[in-house]
């Protein structure tokens, strides 16, 4: 029977001041996703490991399981597929973990069968999975996790996503503590309002960043990384977030902000060094306030999904 | 005694997504300001021309006079200046007109006083000048008018300017309507909260319109010239805007939106050509509901000021 196992990476989404239009792939942490191609039409999840039995084996409630189907439905082919999922991230922790599944279940799915669309082609599949997993059908995780890289979604309707370039020495520091945000509920507390001067404030360092990005200034893109529309409100659902926010910044990180909807925090670093002290400090502050976490260090993933075995 | 003839360049701000953040320099038009440096402290305005009677000559309620005085005080300057504005572009009409006489004068006088400051330096004096002149210390004018090109204000406080490159083909078609819009009602009538919503369509197409610019992609500059949050509410000030824009967008503009707050219409155009056949569908608009206007052709001015006689 043909398979395929793919690597499905974590995501940063939002970066600070751009919410719902920024996100970035990580090399580490990333999901595991095995998929057999079947003669028959229909999905099977066989097997969920590392998710603590969180996650439904219900192919209609499973994002992988979700996105693949479509994908078939819209190709109208009458194959199927049986799918383990090896988590290897935290669930529900702000870093894309339904969105990697989908998108590496995608990703392999669409190889199996003779890769009849573009990688950049599947999004829209992954989309609507997200719409299963919490409620919006947000691409800021899904873009990424897809295509790799840093990508902008200019605009959901009409989808519009680019990629642009990060920079070379650029690592990510991420921390999840052990504590439990919902995303539906961190995107509820947000206000629908915002001022106007805010709105400048942001559109300034979405500018920034971008332009950043783009000539290879290091500093630039770190005093872009502000966030004063989502994170005031977020901050108050992760404790201790800017105690740990300024032992990362003080440890030399560009900047800092919640990943996603939390609760995890990543820090953009411009060397791994400074990565690696930033996430020990970070660390130290959960510590401090009995809250366990996890540190991740990676640099940017370029590639998006990739092929572990086949 | 020594002079000097100064170039001032008419400035585009905002740019559709950019309230506040983004503006661009014209070649045309542009104001003319001579200058001719005393032995004795004081500002003299000698001459203004091309006004209609209708810039102050007192020192301290012109702009340019305002913003040299504030050079001369910072650098603890004992001479003056005699200063001649020679205004060729319509006052009042979103095009910059009191940023570009304040932004030739600082030119002209710092190259006269033997260049004790970098140009870049002299944008707080221009800034201070914004606010005698329309009540708010606002960038998006005298910053381009200074330092020519496209700019981004990263933030205001600290004051944080990065000028980013445009594209080669780059036109820009500019229409002045003959009505007349007060600066601070244009702004009185925005609302000092927008949605959140709103917000993130305008945070993607700031980043896109950034990321056409850096990549050279003509129609994602393009279609990242939209204002979701400004532009409907100034368009009820300039009577046919939505026709005007129209007739920009069938001839092959890339996009349309309002210059500054108005009333002025620009159409950013990927040829000279192009620029010419949507300036003259833009003026048969406005002939039709009988509002005299004139059409500017430019390209982005690149430099800023210059010296056209000294």
Same mark, same amino acid.
């Given at each position: 029977m043909k398979h395929i196992k793919i690597f499905a990476p974590a995501t940063v989404a939002n970066v600070a001041c751009g919410f719902d239009i920024f996100g970035f792939a990580l090399n580490n942490p990333g999901d595991e996703i095995l998929l057999?191609?079947?003669?028959?039409?229909?999905?099977?999840?066989?097997?969920?490991?590392?998710?603590?039995?969180?996650?439904?084996?219900?192919?209609?409630?499973?994002?992988?399981?979700?996105?693949?189907?479509?994908l078939l439905d819209y190709i109208k082919?009458?194959?199927?597929?049986?799918?383990?999922?090896?988590?290897?991230?935290?669930?529900?922790?702000?870093?894309g973990s339904s969105a990697a599944s989908a998108a590496g279940a995608l990703f392999g799915a669409n190889i199996l069968l003779g890769k009849p669309l573009e990688v950049k082609e599947l999004l829209p599949f992954a989309i609507e999975s997200e719409r299963v997993a919490c409620g919006t059908g947000h691409a800021d995780n899904v873009a990424p996790a897809l295509l790799g890289g840093f990508v902008i979604i200019r605009s959901y309707n009409p989808?519009?996503?680019?990629?642009?370039?990060?920079?070379?020495?650029?690592?990510?520091?991420? =921390?999840?503590? *052990?504590?439990?945000?919902?995303?539906?509920?961190?995107? #509820?507390?947000?206000?629908? $309002?915002?001022?106007? @001067?805010?709105?400048?404030?942001?559109?300034?360092?979405?500018a920034g960043l971008v332009t950043g990005l783009f000539t290879g200034d290091y500093n630039l893109t770190g005093r872009s990384l502000e966030d004063v529309i989502i994170e005031p409100f977020r901050a108050k659902l992760i404790p201790g977030f800017y105690d740990v926010?300024?032992?990362?910044?003080?440890?030399?990180?560009?900047?800092?902000? =919640?990943?996603? *909807?939390?609760?995890?925090?990543?820090?953009?670093?411009? #060397?791994?060094?400074?990565? $690696?002290?930033?996430? @020990?400090a970070m660390k130290e502050v959960f510590n401090k306030i009995d809250i366990q976490s996890h540190v991740y260090i990676s640099e940017i993933n370029e590639e998006g999904p990739k092929i572990i075995e086949s």
């Open positions: 057999r191609l079947k003669e028959k039409r229909g999905i099977v999840i066989s097997k969920i490991t590392g998710d603590k039995g969180m996650l439904p084996e219900e192919p209609e409630k499973n994002t992988a399981a979700v996105s693949v189907m479509a082919s009458d194959k199927g597929f049986e799918i383990e999922i090896h988590k290897k991230m935290p669930l529900s922790s702000g870093l989808l519009d996503i680019i990629k642009i370039p990060t920079l070379p020495e650029l690592y990510c520091t991420v =921390i999840h503590p *052990s504590i439990e945000i919902n995303t539906e509920y961190a995107r #509820s507390i947000l206000k629908s $309002e915002i001022s106007l @001067k805010d709105a400048v404030k942001q559109l300034g360092n979405v926010k300024k032992a990362a910044l003080m440890s030399g990180a560009l900047g800092c902000s =919640i990943s996603g *909807s939390g609760p995890s925090i990543f820090a953009l670093c411009s #060397s791994g060094e400074t990565a $690696e002290k930033a996430g @020990k």
